[in-house]
T-cell receptor, first 113, second 114 residues
Framework: AQSVAQPEDQVNVAEGNPLTVKCTYS??????LFWYVQYPNRGLQFLLK??????LVKGSYGFEAEFNKSQTSFHLKKPSALVSDSALYFC???????????FGAGTRLFVKA | DSGVTQTPKHLITATGQRVTLRCSPR?????VYWYQQSLDQGLQFLIQ???????AKGNILERFSAQQFPDLHSELNLSSLELGDSALYFC?????????????FGPGTRLTVT
């Protein structure tokens, strides 16, 4: 079965420090991977995606993600965190056997000033 | 603002009742998705439509049904409601129906079943 895991419920980081939100996946075939962010009382917003090509993907708001096929990971990164980055982050994969979207449980990012 | 609209924002109803949630996709988007978000289940994919046709089905209960109309708006019907159906229901849309398309989410409908 295809799945996505976000091993950390919460990540705490100081403003100005680099941040990493982890995601690992399990799919058969080539993965289609996405990151979304959810602010309080809002819908999810698309950040970036990996379909094929360069393993380092750049997205919105200065975020980037690194696709690692051997480690089946797609970690979200940002060189310098902002307090306004505090939110709930979701990793997602599209089912390669069909069209289902499978989301991870989410990781809450807390950036302290 | 993603351009996806959902109505109503909040809905309070009793067990056993039936409700309809409505979604209008972004202009030009052909695909609509429905999700349920709850504290214990997380974000669960329910169903996807592409240009009026069902494209994928997820963890959607038999008491729930959906459709996408010719003008591309979609409705999610929830019947015989139970307390456990209380959740935030999101609609999302994308340009195409393929796996590489990112989705744009609406603000959600918060359903409370009492």
């Amino acid at each position: 079965a295809q799945s996505v895991a976000q091993p950390e419920d919460q990540v705490n980081v100081a403003e100005g420090n680099p941040l990493t939100v982890k995601c690992t996946y399990s799919v058969s075939g080539n993965p289609y991977l996405f990151w979304y962010v959810q602010y309080p009382n809002r819908g999810l917003q698309f950040l970036l995606k990996y379909i094929t090509g360069d393993n380092l993907v750049k997205g919105s708001y200065g975020f980037e993600a690194e696709f690692n096929k051997s480690q089946t990971s797609f970690h979200l990164k940002k060189p310098s965190a902002l307090v306004s980055d505090s939110a709930l982050y979701f990793c997602a994969v599209r089912d390669t056997g069909g069209f289902k979207t499978i989301f991870g449980a989410g990781t809450r990012l807390f950036v302290k000033a | 603002d993603s351009g996806v609209t959902q109505t109503p924002k909040h809905l309070i109803t009793a067990t056993g009742q039936r409700v309809t949630l409505r979604c209008s996709p972004r202009s030009g988007d052909l695909s609509v998705y429905w999700y349920q978000q709850s504290l214990d289940q997380g974000l669960q994919f329910l169903i996807q439509y592409y240009n009026g046709e069902e494209r994928a089905k997820g963890n959607i209960l038999e008491r729930f049904s959906a459709q996408q109309f010719p003008d591309l708006h979609s409705e999610l019907n929830l019947s015989s409601l139970e307390l456990g159906d209380s959740a935030l229901y999101f609609c999302a849309s994308s340009v195409g129906g393929g796996r590489s398309n990112e989705q744009y989410f609406g603000p959600g409908t918060r359903l409370t079943v009492t």
